[in-house]
């Protein structure tokens, strides 16, 4: 399963830290990112990480939100600076491409975490 913390209340300009921890009988995660549900809206990618070291961002979030993996602890960080109220939503954090030692797992979606930018 996937743990995810670190949302909250920041005014605009501000910087919040979100973090993801899979926990199991994993292997390896292909695939960890992070994902926003702004209300009335679709959930979107933000930002993910590859097993390979590659990344990805949203045109949105680019030069102002880093994605990291610590691929020991299964754990996926989001570092979000100069925050703007369009930033607010629900951030889930997802895993894909999970494996344990012997077997396919699939894919995995994080509880949710609120990050709410006041202007």
């Known amino acids: 399963q996937l743990q995810a913390c670190g949302g909250g209340l920041v005014q605009t300009g501000g910087s919040l830290r979100l973090s993801c921890v899979a926990s199991g009988s994993i292997f390896s995660i292909s695939i960890m990112g992070w994902y926003r549900q702004a209300p009335g809206k679709q959930r979107g990618l933000v930002a993910l990480?590859?097993?390979?070291?590659?990344?990805n961002y949203a045109d949105s979030v680019k030069g102002r939100f880093t994605i990291s993996r610590d691929h020991a602890k299964s754990t996926v960080y989001l570092q979000m600076n100069s925050l703007k109220p369009e930033d607010t939503g629900v951030y889930y954090c997802?895993?894909?491409?999970?494996?344990?030692?012997?077997?396919?797992?699939?894919?995995?979606w994080g509880q949710g975490t609120q990050v709410t930018v006041s202007s």
């Open positions: 990480s590859t097993s390979g070291g590659s990344t």
């Open positions: 997802n895993a894909a491409g999970v494996r344990s030692i012997d077997r396919y797992l699939g894919d995995y």
